[in-house]
């Protein structure tokens, strides 16, 4: 007998999760659109691998002997520092400079994968995720950043998430622009991170809390108290009257040309916004779609140029019984210092990327995904060990004619047999007793409308006696009666 003080206990890691079929089918389904729509537009997939050397994804390392705060690391037998990626941009940026001589630039691709994190866990964030990304590479206009959320409002489409989503736009350098107009920016870069890192936290803790954190500090319910950046009151003013900004057309724009005034870098920001809108306009995406909005701040201490971000609008309830809007399902931005970390060049780059988790999850509040069991196969059960080769050219046929199907392999009874398929969800089964051998015909149940029929009855026995939705067909005509019956 097994020692059971040996035995080990099955336990999946904190941070990760196993999926079922069914997930993975609604997932595989919701990618298919978002392929579709990607193919639409003129993107080719690539694949890059889950490994990386770690000086190529770079972002989270920390000056330690071991890289392992963010990402999960290993050395190699070369003593090379290799590490699981953490998105799909870094390996894009890899990729695209190693084969620079031999791609087309612009260089347009999309690309979907699992990305880790080293990261202590929680409710709704794992180690492990899965992303769904496009790109342009080499394309430094506003075109190829309107395009981008041209193609994410599009996507949203395609999932029928039509009315619920708003692509929300705005441009790193007009609030770059607002900061060097108060001393900040490239004058003190820590503490223009710091007013970032508040404005980043506007729609958690709300205009008070980010006004408490772009000054002295602030202290949160636990008492714990998270130092500001000090800045003064009119300095404070003229950042939230930046995030605040509100209206449509020119009417938002000259509250942006008024703060950025005398400002180069926030006057081309404002410029680059201008044309994104005009594009939007002369393309037919509306405000109800896409628009611009100055408190996107999503990324900023990454992004160089236009950020955006998904945000779907309808409301769900919170874990405390709130009714909160679901919020941002993916985003992205002008990212074009991250390919010149391989090339002496500039290059320019832009693209987004979707939680296709969070994207999931919200397209099952809708309606929009299924969540249902997937179909199993059809079963043919075995009623007589010494006629397996009989039931085994039953399930080639119907494989041969296109239909999922499997012989039962297990070594138990009718009743048991029965309880699998319907386990396996299985839309019929067929059976083949010593009876129906002799007469060349086959018993198959319709397992779907059997469920159905059997809430009807009262009883075990009445329903056994009555034997809903069991058809005996010729065996010859097996194949015909399942397509007849899954049809």
Do not use: H
Not at 382 to 407: F, H, K, P
């Amino acid at each position: 007998m097994t020692d059971k003080s040996k035995l080990i206990v099955p336990r999946l890691p904190r941070g990760f999760e196993d999926r079922t079929p069914a997930d993975i089918a609604a997932t595989d389904a919701m990618i298919a659109k978002i392929k579709a729509v990607y193919q639409r537009y003129g993107f080719d997939p690539i694949e890059t691998p889950l490994f990386e050397y770690t000086e190529t994804l770079g972002k989270f390392l920390p000056d330690t002997d071991r890289p392992n705060a963010g990402v999960f690391s290993l050395q190699d037998d070369d003593e090379q520092w290799l590490s699981l990626r953490y998105d799909l941009t870094a390996p894009l940026a890899r990729y695209f400079a190693e084969n620079y001589d031999k791609l087309p630039k612009p260089f347009r691709s999309y690309r979907a994968g699992y990305v880790f994190r080293n990261e202590k866990p929680g409710p709704g964030r794992f180690r492990q995720f899965m992303q769904f990304d496009a790109d342009t590479v080499g394309a430094a206009g506003p075109e190829s950043d309107a395009e981008i959320c041209m193609m994410m409002a599009d996507t949203m489409d395609a999932l029928g998430l039509q009315g619920k989503y708003i692509v929300k736009v705005n441009n790193r350098k007009v609030l770059d622009g607002v900061l060097e107009s108060i001393g900040l920016g490239k004058a003190d870069p820590d503490k223009s991170l710091v007013v970032l890192r508040a404005i980043d936290k506007l729609d958690r803790l709300g205009m008070d809390g980010a006004r408490a954190l772009l000054g002295k500090g602030r202290e949160d319910e636990s008492g714990d108290f998270t130092k500001g950046a000090g800045l003064n009151d009119s300095q404070i003013a003229k950042v939230l009257a930046y995030t605040s900004a509100s209206g449509e057309g020119e009417a938002l724009f000259g509250e942006l040309d008024k703060l950025v005034t005398g400002n180069e870098t926030g006057t081309a920001g404002v410029t680059e916004l201008r044309a994104m809108a005009t594009l939007f306009a002369a393309a037919g995406y509306g405000p109800d779609r896409i628009k611009i909005d100055p408190s996107v701040v999503r990324g900023l201490e990454y992004y160089t140029g236009p950020v955006f971000e998904i945000e779907l609008t309808f409301a769900v309830t919170n874990e405390k019984g709130q009714q909160v809007v679901f919020g941002s399902v993916g985003g992205g931005g002008r990212y074009d210092g991250l390919v010149s970390r391989f090339r002496s060049e500039p290059v320019p780059a832009t693209g987004f990327s979707i939680g296709v988790s969070r994207l999931a999850n919200a397209l099952k509040l809708t309606g929009n995904l299924p969540s249902e069991a997937v179909q199993g196969p059809v079963v043919v059960l075995v009623m007589d060990r010494d006629q397996t080769a009989r039931y085994q050219a039953m399930v080639s046929e119907l494989r041969n004619a296109g239909i999922r199907a499997e012989m039962y392999l297990g070594s138990s009874g009718m009743n048991a047999q029965m309880k699998y398929a319907n386990r396996r969800n299985a839309p019929a089964v067929v059976i083949e007793g010593s009876n129906e051998r002799e007469q060349g015909m086959v018993t198959i149940k319709d397992m779907v409308a059997g469920a159905e029929a059997a809430k009807e009855f009262t009883s075990n026995a009445e329903m056994k006696a009555a034997r809903p939705a069991q058809v005996n067909v010729a065996r010859v005509d097996l194949v015909q009666a399942i397509r007849d019956m899954l049809a």
